[in-house]
């Protein structure tokens, strides 16, 4: 019992303490001003906080693409501080799955090659089967020849969701995954995204803007001037563990938060700003 109870509350992501100052003097700017705060395995967080407030900073300082003034990132166990440029790119690379507002997918490489991508630089030779199956979790297995011009907009995402799980990372950052989408395609991206947490356990952390995306997650923590200033949590799921699905206009109701009661607290915070 005890050691489920461990495996379940395991932290994916542990943020102590993190500061991040861009720049010295009169001219510096602290963008993150001592964030504490613990993502577990197998859950999905939205983060949200008025426009300067730190959220790309945190996701990029958690996601070891930027480093942290002061402070400590730990992905899995492991504290990114003492790591060097070529452990920290392996262990981005091997722990970690990112997804951005633009897709950034590459436009000569088919669906399929785009998502064997991190397998590739990490030196392996990618089986076309793993890909597929990739490309079929995210519903695009009949899209596997297709360039990302030949795709929609939510398809491209979809492709990038797939490159960014193939490598099983402990957890996946997205930083305003649905910006470019419109309500549809949105409303598919998140849903995957939540069905790849309550499917697989996997662990999402997402910045976005949208209360109506947010309302997907698990929890919102919102942040200002740098710092945590709040947090809502959804409502544990009832005890048959049975998890409402998405409905027609988001998420559903019951175990979920809702966009409204987000939206609310966000407008609280842009007016205190
Ligand atoms: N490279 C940089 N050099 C100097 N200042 C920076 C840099 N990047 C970010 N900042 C500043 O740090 C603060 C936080 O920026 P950040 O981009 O993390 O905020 P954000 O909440 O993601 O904003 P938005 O919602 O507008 O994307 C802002 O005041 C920003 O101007």
């Known amino acids: 019992m005890t050691t489920i109870l461990h495996e379940t509350t395991a932290d994916a992501v542990r943020l102590a303490d993190l500061r991040r100052v861009y720049g010295t003097g009169p001219q510096a700017v602290t963008a993150l001003d001592g964030v504490t705060v613990d993502f577990p395995a197998g859950t999905f967080t939205a983060v949200m906080g008025p426009s300067g407030s730190g959220k790309s900073t945190l996701l990029h300082c958690a996601a070891g693409l930027d480093r942290p003034t002061g402070g400590t990132v730990t992905i899995a166990g492991t504290d990114l501080g003492p790591l060097g440029e070529r452990a920290l790119t392996v262990l981005r690379r091997q722990r970690i799955g990112f997804v951005f507002q633009s897709f950034n997918l590459v436009a000569a490489l088919t669906a399929e090659q785009n998502v064997g991508l991190p397998l590739k630089l990490a030196g392996r030779r990618p089986a076309r089967a793993d890909l597929v199956r990739a490309l079929d979790e995210v519903g695009l297995a009949d899209r596997a020849g297709h360039r990302p011009g030949e795709l929609s907009g939510g398809q491209q995402q979809r492709v990038a969701i797939a490159r960014a799980l193939v490598t099983r990372p402990a957890v996946l950052f997205a930083d305003e995954p649905t910006g470019a989408l419109d309500t549809r395609a949105s409303r598919d991206v998140l849903a995957l995204l939540r069905g790849i947490v309550d499917r697989h356990g996997q662990t999402v952390i997402m910045v976005t803007h949208d209360p109506v995306a947010a309302a997907y997650a698990d929890r919102?923590?919102?942040?200002?001037?740098?710092?945590?200033?709040?947090?809502?949590?959804?409502?544990?799921?009832?005890?048959?563990?049975?998890?409402?699905?998405?409905?027609?206009?988001?998420?559903?109701?019951?175990?979920?938060?809702?966009?409204?009661?987000?939206?609310?607290?966000?407008?609280?915070?842009?007016?205190?700003?």
């Open 220 to 273: 919102v923590l919102f942040l200002a001037d740098g710092r945590l200033v709040d947090e809502m949590t959804a409502p544990a799921p009832a005890l048959t563990g049975a998890r409402p699905g998405p409905g027609a206009g988001g998420p559903a109701t019951g175990s979920r938060l809702g966009p409204e009661a987000i939206a609310a607290r966000m407008a609280h915070l842009e007016a205190g700003a």
